[in-house]
């Protein structure tokens, strides 16, 4: 059980947990806590993004958010984006997102995941790491393993399938961050620790800096399997 | 992009943006944080007004958006406490803040207003061009960008149109706070600045009422324009 801490970052004041390094409240003035309470997904603020008849399944129980891919060989998606794939946060404002999240099933085969921002809406089919379908996106990516890669674009800087170094076991949740509080220097974070610091990633030359959450669970084809639980989705500005 | 400051107000700790004066979070007993997230109203606490007659009613980009249409006839626009619930104590260090563009400046009859009623919200009442409600405390545009005060507790005394001095443009938000921690001296401030300082608001005798927060438009007649676009709600108590 960690204690409670205060960290000072964006000129914004937040607490967290100095043992997960989970922000627990940032006190900034744009704030989104999603925690996946009850049994049923707040499509108010949340879209599901379903493809594939086997089916895949986006799910709330046990207090996580869970996307799950089934073993038919064919193209599936489980995703959950802003509600109406809308774009309402922006990067340049200092924007900060942390997932908890466990990737129960390792992903497998052609199966891709990814927990970050878009910056256009979630389209079935659309690829990160096998292609590179998706013009904007800061992501921390699980493709074919449990291996945690960091993709990004902002339509004309690139950071592809960078290696955090960490693998990830199933049943282990972990807290991943992305700080764009400097656009043109974003910052990831698994545990508390900072991941890839010898990249520099810019995220500062996209034409709109709106972006949505999204955590997507996706694969063209084949038998891949692969099940996320995230556990909570924060994100928040520091000016509106 | 400010920094996060503390204030000390009705013996409650809130943190503030020190550049725009937002109270970004109260650590009050009870406290109501409403930044309509998503694309759908939450009706679980929230109500439209009446919808009839052509105004338009929506929750996008981070706003509520409620609007006139310019059709020569009566309407409403708003969002009120769902089931028009007089769930807050004005005699328990209430507190409410607002941040509001009026996109669309009111014209002709279209009367704005937020802060609190002591009643049901009702189609076709009026505050300025007619005194149909009884108990209220609310900052008002009425047919310009002119900010006033009205307050009325259904006794002697009753502020009408009290003056700000502050006239908005529609490119705007402001950050409109009513302050009632004191019932027999209610403080007003758009963006930290109190306004209308050498008027004396009072409540007293809304003691043994209750009152709810509400943001609307309403017009008895005519081809009245106005938006508004209801960034936050936020409503605290000192005590319960």
Known sequence: MGSTKAKWRGNQLAFFDNVTYETTLPLAPRYLYEDFEGETLNTDIWLANLLGAAPPTVTVADGYGILTLTAAGQAQEADIGASGNSLDWDISKGLIIEFRANIATIATDEVEMHLGVLGEAIVDQQQISSADDVAEHAVFSFDGSGLCRINTDDGTNETTAVTTGITVLPGAFHVYRIDFTTQANVLFYIDGVQVIPATTVMMDDIVSALVQPAMICQKNAGAGLGIVQIDYVKIWQATR | ?240
């Open chain 2, 1 to 240: 992009m400010g920094s996060t400051k503390t204030k000390w107000r009705g013996n409650q700790l809130a943190f503030f943006d020190g550049t725009t004066y937002e109270t970004v979070r109260p650590l009050a007993p009870r406290v109501l944080i409403e930044d309509f997230e998503g694309d759908t109203l939450n009706t679980d606490k929230w109500l439209y007004s009446e919808t009839a007659n052509e105004d338009t009613q929506a929750v996008d980009g981070g706003n509520a958006v409620l609007t006139f249409t310019g059709d020569a006839t009566q309407q409403e626009a708003g969002v009120l406490a769902a089931g028009n619930s007089l769930d807050w104590d004005p005699t328990k260090g209430l507190i409410a803040e607002f941040r509001i563009k009026l996109s669309v400046l009111p014209t002709l009859l279209t009367e704005v207003h937020w802060g609190f009623l002591g009643e049901a919200q009702v189609d076709d009442k009026q505050i300025c061009s007619a005194e149909d409600y009884l108990k209220y405390c609310v900052f008002t545009a009425d047919g310009s960008g002119i900010i006033t005060i009205n307050c009325d507790d259904n006794v002697a005394g009753a502020q009408h149109a009290v003056a700000t001095g502050i006239t908005v443009l529609a490119t705007a938000f402001h950050i409109y706070r009513i302050d009632i921690t004191n019932i027999a001296d209610i403080k007003f401030y758009i963006d930290g600045v109190g306004v209308a300082t050498g008027t004396t608001f009072t409540l007293d005798s809304l003691a043994a009422d209750t009152v709810q927060p509400v943001a609307f438009l309403t017009k008895n007649a005519d081809a009245g324009l106005g938006t508004m676009l209801l960034d936050y709600i936020r409503v605290w108590q000192a005590t319960r």
